[in-house]
């Protein structure tokens, strides 16, 4: 497969169930002291074994051949790693080990633009043409309305999945916002949720304009170095010497290292570019749990600042999990115990990672994979919300599946459609068909071309099962409940207009 083959749907696709992998380990437990209310000594050391458990099953039920993981929990920080990194040249995977952190990037694009919100450079409530005084987009109106926290909570509303590659110049982000006006309006600004990586490229761009430099280097001079993340980069050259996670396919049923992989558009680079490791993210994750200080004391932002990054939510809905909104570049999740959780991740092809905060509870996990077969293994932990509950002692809100009599399911009947633009510029659709099934809608998926043309080898069978009005549990193959949630959006008029499937929207035809 060439680097110009990695389509948008492979992009896209979800993971692949793998084979066994080997599993090699190697590990550092720091104790600090015991955080009041959320356990003891052995009670964290027994959940810490416990997650070891759980990953290298995962390992084997799923196919991943490496994975880093670190928690903060009860004033303790646990770091380790599994497996190896590359299954054709073996290499122990441990808490330095390289991965992508994909669009947990993002984040670090919202905290790199608060320090500009402090430094009075930038206002979240204005106009983007404040400062990209060209900016458009396909709805004159929107483009000159939009604000930049719209970009960052999702809410834009226009078509979000656009990763067009513009080269490796430093112009590529400014490049990639200028092709923008090809981008449909979906929905009015800050009134919907949908998952939008073009969004936050916009706001890449904003911090260049800002700060008369590329994007990269504003996030390294503004928050990488001030913070020590020594292993967390943007270029490929930067972790040359490093022990670097390959990226793994799964074919029948065994992780395959695919080159192809790797490559990643510096034009999305707000939206998903980074390189860290497990060590470098679990210090992001404590400053972000912290007072807004960097090693040795220095402020990097206000306490006021990292809560309202987590704070004040746009529209809510689902991504994979039900989420009140998003505060700045933050996924707002609601607990039964009322406890805010604070959550990103990043997909890629071959490289699927978790990011998970309960700052209340003083609580963070990251999750990193070199496989395909990975996002399964963030649904165990992160989706079913094992972690949060064996840590942190939050939950989900409840959702239990409830039959449907075909009268009630038939108004969510039909098809759904939405568009991406792949690495190469070529706009591709993915269609979903809903019918009235037997107490729950079943459906197929199906990538199509920009004619609606079908790619029958990709169809999919889907389901699901309501738990409330317009919200619904994704089924598995076998009709039963899987790790992630999805549900319908409707318009002003009341009728339903959307399904919002992984974050993103699919009109109804």
Sequence with gaps: MSAQSVSRRTVLSGAVAGAAALTLSSCSTKASPLAAGIGTPNDLGAGFEELDAKIEAGMKAYGIPGVAAAVWAG??????????????????????????????????????????????????????????????????????????????????????????????????????????????????PGTVFAYNNAGLVVAGRIIEVVTGTTYE??????????????????????????????SHAIVDGKPVVETDYWAFPRSANPTGGLLSNA???????????????????????????????????????TLMVELTGMGVTWMLRPSVENVTVVQHGGTWPGQMSGFLMAPERDFAMTVLTNSDGGSKLIADLFGDDWALRRFAGIGNLPAEPQRRSAADLQPFAGRYTTEGIGLDGIVEQTIIEFQAGDGQLDGTTVSADASGHPVEESRTRIGLAFYRRDYGLNLGADDKPVHSRSNFVRGPDGAIAWFRSRGRLYRRQ
């Design 279 to 317: 060590r470098d993210q679990l210090r992001y994750a404590r400053f972000h749990l912290g007072d807004g200080s960097a090693p040795g004391g220095s402020r990097l932002l206000s306490p006021q600042a990292l809560l309202a990054m987590r704070s004040t939510p746009g529209a809510g809905g």
């Design 75 to 188: 004033g303790r920080e646990h770091v380790k790693g599994y497996g190896i990194t590359n299954v054709d040249h073996p290499t122990p995977v441990d808490g330095d080990t390289i991965f992508k952190i994909g669009s947990t990037t993002k984040t670090f694009t919202g905290t790199t633009m608060m320090r500009l919100v402090e430094q009075g450079k930038v206002d979240l409530d204005a106009s983007v043409r404040r400062y990209l005084p060209d900016f458009a987009v396909s709805d004159p109106a929107v483009g000159a309305a939009v604000t930049v926290r719209q970009l960052l909570n999702h809410t834009s509303g226009w078509m979000g999945e656009d990763l067009q590659d513009f080269g490796r110049g430093d112009d590529a982000i400014a490049r990639y916002v200028a092709s923008m006006t090809r981008l449909p309006q979906l929905t009015a």
């Design 217 to 246: 280097a504003a996030v390294q001079n503004l928050f990488l170095d001030p913070l020590q993340l020594s292993s967390t980069h943007y270029f490929t050259d930067e972790i040359v010497g490093l022990n670097v996670a390959a």
